[in-house]
């Protein structure tokens, strides 16, 4: 280890302490102690100071108690002459670095400059984080790089984004390298910043680093159950969990060297274009913490290696990146080659079961004219007609292999996917054209990725892609007949007549004690699993996170209680968990991880619930945003009178049948009702709730408890007439 990079670390702490004090006495002046400080939308306050030492920062003055904690961190100075400071002394001044500058940052929402500005995003809101927390949690994001400075040229900037990207990477960055960004160098060259792509420019000062290390603070107190102020654990399981790193490119000052010093408190190694002084293993990480000196070709491969990052990047071999992150990408009307499907272009997508003697795995034929004998322009019509054969193909799979499409095909740099099976409507970039992308390139995707996904159940895959308007006519006959099948199938599937659940577990990762139980009239919480993805799931990897659970006996038939699924909660919640009942939220209600997409909340008043989507950011009538809901009924607990759910358990009849149906929903927001409001009330009226919908208040015309009670009883709500909730 050397002293130098300790001595920069140190000194740069302080002075970002000092500016930090500066800059709250000046915004205290200018706002007055009680004035409210606090990043847009979220419910942990300032993420890092909050998760590490608990204090909940609302108030200006909260930050002076922060500043006087920081400063207590702060080593002395180190005299260049002195003896070794040894690595705790590094540490401490990075996590006041940390401290300092989310004060700072803090501050600069309110009196400016603001953080939010040009192409710089801030603080990520809570529904980024759940968004993309999720993705950390099921791996198909494996971590993130944070880049610090800007690399030497455009050209080298892009490289370094597109190679993150291909390892499904999220990059944020931050600072700059003599007034030059790395955003503004991928701005450009014309590359797509933004969530959507992976590539977030977080902002263009050193301390708008602390927006990466707070999302990282976050996921741990959100998905990982770790408690605010238990720095220990919240470190600990960043450095086990989340595979992140710095990317120094450029010269590394003070200020630099002192957040590498906060990352490295995170298990977050720095590698670096530059000669900087290493800092090699010690107790805390069994990998070095620092590497410099690294060529811009060999340095993606080297924080990789670094980190330990196990990046799996499948090769597809087309003419384009391929990558999660190129899922976001939009593509203009003015940068499209061109657009398939729309109003009078028929197109569908359609995965086949066919015996095994029928299809020549890897066989992909374009009938009609490839897109170099396409002319330019929307309203192009196209079949794509997949045949899939394997001993372990149950037709059942079918949906679930055409889902997965959309983010298979989407994933293609300039392929923009939306929709699925006859209304879809894609779009191919010029760019990607240019670069040599066809037709048949949608069939070398599908060949790769259905067998890398479903190689246990598949053994052969051939694609046939129609592309004359009549041909498409002609086999969507055949193809619509199959669709209402399937839906006639899905339909009469009952909880009551199915024999074994699914669980999944795959939220285990980030909150030890969550499972999910999955019914086919109930899906996962995430809205993400249903009964036949789980069941897919479990055939594709019979080892993996969805296991079959037989149901037994019944333990009480209106909860819904089985003897089998209390036995897998239990085995399956470190033994925290002993009974769940799938249809109440009163009574042993299932768990929730933290990616649900609604939650449900009890109104004592109402003698109802009202179920806020993490959509809606406002205040709800239960008194908090879902913000705040989520952080009470999140990490892996049972919490009587909430419960996170899926938007399709809310059209389930057995959505908290045990506790009076759908006849308790009294609440939700207007947005959601326009969603999915035409199942609510389907499902309602075959409950015999006539005009059931209009009567569920919204935020438009209640937003408190007392005002959702006078709506009720205005519109004579059903679950005025139930039993009282408890
Ligand atoms: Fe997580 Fe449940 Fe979704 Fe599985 S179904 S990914 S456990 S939320
Ligand atoms: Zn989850």
């Known amino acids: 280890m050397s002293k130098i990079i300790c001595s920069a670390a140190i000194r740069g702490a302080h002075k970002i302490v000092v500016q930090a004090e500066e800059k709250l006495q000046k915004t205290i002046e200018e706002k007055g102690p009680d004035a409210t400080v606090e990043f ?23 930050c002076n108690q922060v500043l006087k904690e920081a400063r207590d961190l702060l080593p002395p100075i180190p005299r260049e002459s002195n003896h070794l400071p040894y690595l705790g002394n590094t540490l401490d001044a990075g996590m006041a670095t940390l401290f300092a500058e989310e004060v700072i940052e803090a501050c600069r929402y309110m009196v400016g400059p603001n953080p939010v500005d040009d192409i710089w995003l801030g603080a990520a809101d809570d529904i980024i984080l759940r968004e993309r927390g999720i993705e950390f949690v099921d791996g198909s994001a494996p971590g993130f790089a944070a880049i610090v400075g800007a690399a030497p040229t455009n050209e080298i900037a892009v490289k370094i984004a597109r190679q993150l990207q291909e390892m499904n990477l999220y990059v944020f960055m931050s600072a700059s390298t003599d007034g030059k960004t790395f955003s503004q160098q991928l701005a450009e060259e014309g590359v797509q910043l933004g969530w959507e792509t992976r590539l977030v420019p977080f902002g263009k000062e050193i301390t708008s680093t602390i927006y990466s290390l707070g999302f990282a603070s976050r996921a741990a107190l959100s998905f990982g159950g770790v408690k605010e102020g238990d720095y220990r654990k919240n470190l600990l399981y960043n450095k086990n969990r989340i595979f992140a790193f710095v990317l120094a ?51 993606v491969d080297k924080c990789v290696e670094v980190r330990g990052l196990k990046v799996a990047v499948a090769k597809v071999s087309i003419p384009v990146s391929y ?49 170099d004998k396409i002319p330019e322009g929307p309203g192009v019509a196209l079949g794509i007609f997949v045949e899939v054969a394997g001993r372990k193909m149950q037709s059942d799979f079918e949906p679930i292999f055409e889902r997965r499409m959309h983010h298979y095909l989407g994933e293609a740099q300039g392929f923009f996917h939306m929709g699925q ?37 598949m053994d052969k895959v051939q694609i046939t892609l129609y592309t004359n308007k009549a041909d498409v006519e002609e086999k969507l006959v055949e193809v619509r007949k199959a669709y209402h099948g399937r839906d006639e199938r899905l339909k009469g599937m009952t909880d009551d007549s199915a024999n074994v659940f699914y669980s999944c577990t795959l939220c285990q990762s980030f909150a030890p004690t969550h ?149 308790r929903l009294v609440w939700m927001p207007k947005a959601l009702k326009d969603e999915i409001g035409e199942m609510i009330e389907a499902t309602a009226k075959s409950l015999g709730l006539e005009d059931f919908l209009s009567k569920i208040a919204d935020e438009t015309v209640a937003q408190t408890e007392e005002e959702v009670v006078e709506y009720l009883q205005k519109v004579n709500h059903p679950a005025l007439a139930l039993d009282p909730m408890i």
């Open 40 to 62: 847009p939308n979220t419910g942990y306050y300032l993420p890092i100071i909050y998760s590490m030492t608990g204090i909940p920062v609302k108030k200006l003055s909260d």
């Open 249 to 299: 490119l450029g010269e590394v000052d003070d200020e630099k060297y002192a957040n590498a010093a906060g990352a490295i408190n995170y298990g977050f190694p720095t590698i670096a274009d530059t000669n900087i002084p290493e800092i090699l293993p010690t107790g805390v990480c069994t990998y070095e913490h620092v590497v410099s000196n690294i060529p811009h070709d060999k340095i």
């Open 323 to 371: 990558g999660a992150a190129f899922e976001g990408e939009r593509i203009r009307k003015d940068d499209m080659q061109i657009e398939i499907g729309g109003p009078k272009a028929p197109a569908f997508e359609y995965v086949c079961t066919k015996d095994v003697s029928e299809v020549e795995d890897g066989k992909i034929e374009v009938i009609g004219p490839d897109l």
């Open 421 to 457: 099976r006859d209304i879809i409507r894609h779009r191919i970039s010029k760019n990607a054209f240019a670069a040599g992308m066809r037709l048949e390139h949608i069939g070398t995707i599908i060949h790769s990725k259905f067998h890398e996904e479903f190689n246990s159940i």
């Open 515 to 663: 499972v999910c139980v999955v019914t086919p009239e109930r899906s996962g919480l995430c809205g993400s699993v249903s009964w036949l993805d789980g069941k897919a799931g479990y055939e594709i990897s019979p080892t993996g996170p969805n296991q079959p659970i037989e149901k037994g006996k019944l333990v009480d038939p209106a909860l819904g209680q089985f003897e089998g699924t209390n036995d897998f909660i239990y085995n399956n919640s470190n033994r925290e968990l002993e009974k769940v009942s799938l249809y109440s939220i009163m009574a042993d209600p299932m768990t929730s991880c933290g990616c649900f997409e609604c939650i449900s909340a009890m109104l004592p008043m109402t003698n109802g619930i009202m179920t806020v989507d993490r959509d809606y950011q406002d205040m709800t009538p239960c008194g908090m945003k879902f913000s705040t809901l989520a952080g009470t009924v999140g990490g892996g607990l049972q919490t009587p009178g909430f419960m996170g759910h899926s938007k399709f358990y809310m059209s389930s009849k057995k959505f908290v049948s045990a506790d009076g149906g759908l006849a």
